[in-house]
């Protein structure tokens, strides 16, 4: 008889890596250090002899939580008494007399209450000899030898929210990691960098759930933090890392500052400073390291004063200096002109002692090191506007004391002015030069007063349209996971003519590296007492002609704040539709369905690891079943791309990539790069909206300013610039160039001639896959310093004008732009299926693509990546794209076409991105959703 299986429930295969520090058993999450008997459900229910645990693991640098059970019915006590009982709940039983204590239940040796005690801050110094503290017997990997950098960090609903500064002198940081006292990643985050981390020079993250254990390393102070900058090979990093500790002033601090050493390159310092804008008083707390000639009664000196010397002075005394970081607070009064200095940047903190002269730190005062962002819904005001929706507004300070503020309103509304306000007294008046409803600018000047009023959330941002007033008040938000993406949406109303029913709001959303989908709502007008819901619509357009879509309900609530997170996105090109703007994020009521609000989601900020492989984003064609069985089926031919269907033959610029050209073949969709041609003069020019640059002779720059020619079925180009055309399916025609006239503002198109070739015909070949003239295999070999496509120079361009014109240097082999070529692989030689190309200054390489054959016997040819059709059979339908390509190249081969004035017709054009649907029938399980890269 055979031992039957354990019986758990499998996990879901499709569900998303868990994190580090969390064990999933089922369908149940638990962190490191739970304990717990396992739920089986119906008919088994609770297993209370089987005792798991989620255990922590160390593999090689990396604590990992994993599962481990066992059956504890065997360490029950021997009972002694004839008519022992059994109890609900427990695993062993007891005797009447006494109740036994031997249960498997055991308490947590932990007490959580101290750590969900909200808004708890903490600091921490990041130098070289911070970093050398951490112990391990795992192997470190290398610590940094000089930088400098500062964390701030506040946990708050078990999460722990985490910024970072750093000085120039250390490279970009590509990891943060959070090290236990033995010198183990116990959490490690890939650093994403966007539009507001990129402005501020910050690294901004949060740690989710932190496992109980590491909660009391924080408390503790053992949790060390770190700056990663390089992964050494595969498991080594080099690092900068600093002890996080509890910090007191974080929450009111205003201006931070850096201390940098240029005597002790190991050492260093960090200023937290709050400002009294209303007396002028200064309280300055300095956390420091450094080297000292004695260890006791310190005379420590910190000067804050601007670039000429001229400020104020105090010193302390330290009774005993401390190895890893020492603390100094300061109080001190600054005049009105200093206090105006604090947010331009010009006032710097100098940290010195007397009798130690080596010991020097110096550092400018910026705005604060937290990563803060300020929000608010700008809605119309006193009825004004009423049936129009508002827009969104974010602000932000800049490490220089601006401040940049962003402004987005929907298409329907004209700026006239805006401005900020506190009260109705107005603070500044904003200028507003909109790009695509768009407003993103820096406001100079502002002073400790408006930092101060910025921070207590008492200041409104109003705009005045041609549709009436449009205001709100700038809330603190912070940085999460929502944040990802560069900017906000706008939760429009779905209906303005019930007033009961209008909603409107801001929506923060984003993809963290575990591809979960972060959101963060705020709404300025809501229904009352009512329960909503969270929808997301792929492909709407679809959605709408009643085709079934993927949809997802993320969760219901009531209130005008909420935020949240949905791990259960199964299908990865849902986010390539959130990218794309094929999917709408919607406010549903409960009780009826009814629409609130919705925006489309668009350039939602997706990590490159939650995105589908090329593999797996082969599109299909999207097939509608015909309502009478007896009707024929459509042919396979179209293609939907970006919420709509595209006619075969026809090619469109991708909205949001106009650097690509796309078209539909066959119910596929290929996307090319835009193919630049070869420019012949030293510094070629790149056009406001162009990819390719551009000859411009200097006497004709301004006549040709906003001229053009209109090429049918093709973009515009303006006066003066080439390219090739395009033909689908076949993508770029290479051998043909056009120019814009800039006199006559005709397209002039000509061939390139190919000289002669000195063998036979059949021995000639094209070097490359774009080349237009073939060659002699003795050419290949030549050892000539430049060679191309037939012509052996012998003095060529430059390096310098090669790369300048958009070429690649790739295996220190230079390549024009647009050139193609088989990658090679020592000692093997060159690779036949490996083509590799140049675009525009980027290389790239990739595996030859074989077309599908439609015979029975397919045949492998020796030297060729792609199977034939064996015998008489032919691939049919399938070989007409390549059929086509021969035909066009052999009408180059010899051609010499002189230049003539022609203007291009194309078949049905269109825009925007690719993604398709394919459905067999109306069943909606039944259907996936695809999408496709180039």
Not at 204 to 229: D, H, M, S
Not at 242 to 268: F, H, P
Not at 659 to 684: R, S
């Amino acid at each position: 008889m055979s031992r039957s299986k354990f019986p758990l429930k499998p996990e879901d295969a499709r569900r998303k890596a868990k994190r580090a520090g969390e064990c999933r058993l089922g369908q149940t999450v638990h962190e490191i250090g739970d304990s717990w008997s396992p739920d089986l459900g119906e008919p088994f229910g609770v297993m209370y002899c089987i005792y798991c645990s989620c255990e922590p693991v160390q593999k090689k640098r990396r604590i990992v939580g994993r599962v481990r059970c066992r059956n504890i019915k065997s360490e029950c006590p021997k009972l002694d008494c004839p008519d022992a009982l059994a109890t609900p709940g427990q695993c062993c039983k007891y005797c009447p007399e006494f109740r036994a204590s031997s249960d498997n239940q055991t308490s947590d040796a932990i007490d959580d209450n101290d750590f969900n005690e909200n808004n708890k801050e903490y600091a921490a110094l990041l130098t070289p000899r911070s970093s050398s503290l951490i112990k391990s017997t795992t192997g470190l990997g290398e610590g940094m030898k000089s930088g400098l950098g500062a964390g701030r960090f506040m946990f708050l609903h078990r999460n722990l929210y985490f910024s970072f500064t750093h000085n120039g002198g250390l490279p970009r940081p590509k990891f943060v990691q959070f090290v236990d006292p033995d010198g183990n990643v116990v959490e490690e985050q890939e650093v994403t960098l966007n539009a507001y981390q990129r402005d501020t020079k910050k690294v901004c993250g949060v740690w989710k759930k932190i496992p109980r254990v590491y909660r009391k390393f924080l408390k503790e102070e053992k949790l060390f933090a770190a700056l990663v900058t390089e992964k050494i090979n595969g498991d080594n990093d080099r690092f900068l890392a600093g002890r996080i500790a509890k910090q007191r002033y974080v929450a009111n601090e205003l201006y931070s500052s850096l201390l940098e050493s240029s005597t002790q390159t190991e050492t260093g310092g960090m200023g937290v400073l709050t400002v009294s804008a209303s007396t002028g008083s200064i309280y300055l707390n300095l956390i420091f390291n450094g080297d000292f000639q004695e260890e006791r009664d310190i005379g420590i000196s910190v000067r804050i004063s601007d670039a000429a010397g001229s400020g104020v002075e105090e010193s302390v005394i330290l009774p005993k200096i401390q190895y890893e970081t020492n603390n100094v607070e300061v109080r001190t009064i600054l005049e009105l002109e200093q206090l105006q200095s604090l947010s331009r940047g010009t006032l710097f903190i100098l940290l010195y002692s007397k009798r130690n002269p080596n010991f020097k730190l110096v550092g400018v005062i910026q705005s604060r090191t937290t990563c803060d962002i300020f929000d608010t819904v700008l809605s119309s005001e006193d009825g004004t506007g009423s049936g129009v929706s508002g827009g969104v507004a974010w602000v932000y300070p800049l490490p220089d004391g601006s401040w940049s503020y962003n402004i987005q309103l929907p298409p329907e509304h004209r700026p006239i002015t805006s401005k900020l306000e506190t009260g109705r007294r107005v603070l500044e008046e904003l200028s507003m030069s909109l790009s695509r409803n768009l407003t993103q600018e820096a406001l100079t000047g502002m002073s400790s007063r408006y930092y101060q009023l910025l921070y207590e959330e008492s200041i409104y941002l109003s705009v005045t349209t041609d549709r009436g007033i449009l205001r709100g008040k700038l809330i603190y938000r912070g940085f999460g996971d929502a944040q990802l993406s560069d900017k906000p949406l706008i939760l429009e109303p779905f209906t303005t003519s019930i007033p009961s029913l209008r909603t409107e709001g801001i929506l923060w959303i984003g993809v963290d590296n575990s591809c979960g989908l972060n959101y963060q709502l705020t709404l300025s007008e809501r229904p009352q007492s009512e329960l909503m819901r969270l929808e997301v619509i792929e492909m709407p357009r679809l959605y709408g002609m009643g085709l079934p879509v993927q949809s997802y309900i993320l969760d219901d609530f009531e209130t005008s704040e909420f935020e949240g997170e949905f791990h259960e996105i199964e299908n990865r090109n849902t986010f390539v539709n959130m990218n794309a703007g094929d999917a709408v994020f919607k406010i549903v009521r409960v009780n009826d369905s009814t629409v609130l609000a919705s925006t489309p989601l668009r350039n939602v900020r997706v990590p490159s690891s939650c995105l589908p492989t090329p593999r797996t984003m082969t599109l299909d064609p999207y097939v509608i079943e015909p309502e009478d069985d007896s009707a024929p089926t459509p042919t396979p031919s179209k293609c939907y791309y970006d919420s709509m269907m595209r006619d075969e033959y026809s090619f469109w610029t991708p909205v949001n990539d106009s650097c690509q050209i796309c078209n539909c073949f066959k119910g596929q969709v290929k996307c090319d790069m835009i193919l630049c041609p070869a420019v012949d003069c030293v510094n070629p020019v790149l056009l406001t909206g162009e990819c390719c640059r551009t000859c411009l002779r200097s006497d004709s720059t301004e006549r040709n300013f906003g001229r053009s020619c209109e090429v049918t079925g093709d973009r515009t180009h303006p006066a003066g610039t080439s390219w090739h055309p395009y033909l689908p399916p076949d993508g770029f025609m290479a051998c043909t160039t056009c120019t814009c006239n800039s006199e006559t503002l005709t397209v002039e198109c000509v061939k390139e001639s190919c000289p002669t070739v000195n063998c036979l015909a059949e021995d000639a070949f094209y070097p490359r896959p774009l080349a237009c003239c073939k060659i002699c295999p003795m050419e290949r070999e030549s050892s000539k310093p430049f060679q191309d496509d037939g012509y052996l120079l012998s003095r060529g361009p430059s390096e310098a004008d090669i790369l300048r014109a958009g070429g690649c240097k790739f295996r220190g082999e230079l390549h024009t732009n647009g050139e193609e070529w088989n990658h090679r692989i020592e000692p093997f030689g060159y690779t036949p299926c490996i083509i590799c190309s140049c675009r525009n200054g980027t290389s790239k390489c990739g595996r030859t693509k074989c077309v599908a054959l439609n015979c029975e016997v397919k045949v492998k040819v020796d030297g060729e990546c792609c199977q034939k059709c064996g015998g008489s059979s032919n691939s049919g339908e399938n070989t007409s794209s390549s059929s086509l390509a021969v035909l066009m190249r052999l009408s180059n081969v010899g051609s010499t076409s002189p230049t003539k004035t022609l203007t291009p017709t194309r078949k049905k054009s269109g825009t925007q991105k690719h993604n398709r649907v394919k459905t067999t029938n109306n069943n909606s399980n039944n259907n996936k959703n695809f999408s496709s890269q180039r």
